[in-house]
């Protein structure tokens, strides 16, 4: 069976920092661009940071520039997505998903979900 599963979300204060990872069963992710999205209770799921199968990153979201850093280990067929200076407004369920080859912001362009991990950020 073809799997995202995210871990490494959690509670943090601000000014915090947390790692999330987005590791793949079923498939190998070395021809896949990884995404990482997020989402609050009322709004559309917001592209954040992508990674693609060459390792070229993209960022979607100007808010987190220069805070989130995303990467990937091949060899553990998994992707990360450093998170540092944690804001409130960060606060979110963290998905991450799967499409060929190149990033894209666009959500309805990518294969296979997570089922998300919860990221609070709160003192």
């Known amino acids: 069976q073809l799997q995202l599963v995210e871990s490494g979300g959690g509670l943090v204060q601000p000014g915090g920092s947390l790692t999330l990872s987005c590791a793949a069963f079923g498939f190998n992710l070395e021809r896949y661009a990884i995404g990482w999205f997020r989402q609050v209770p009322g709004k559309e799921r917001e592209g954040v940071d992508c990674i693609s199968s060459s390792g070229g990153s993209m960022n979607y979201a100007d808010s987190v520039e220069g805070r989130f850093t995303i990467s990937r280990e091949n060899a553990k067929n998994t992707v990360y997505l450093q998170m540092s200076g944690l804001k409130p407004e960060d606060t979110a369920v963290y998905s991450c998903?799967?499409?060929?080859?190149?990033?894209?912001?666009?959500?309805?362009?990518?294969?296979?979900w997570g089922q998300g991990t919860q990221v609070t950020v709160s003192s």
């Open positions: 998903a799967a499409r060929y080859y190149a990033c894209s912001g666009e959500k309805e362009r990518y294969k296979y």
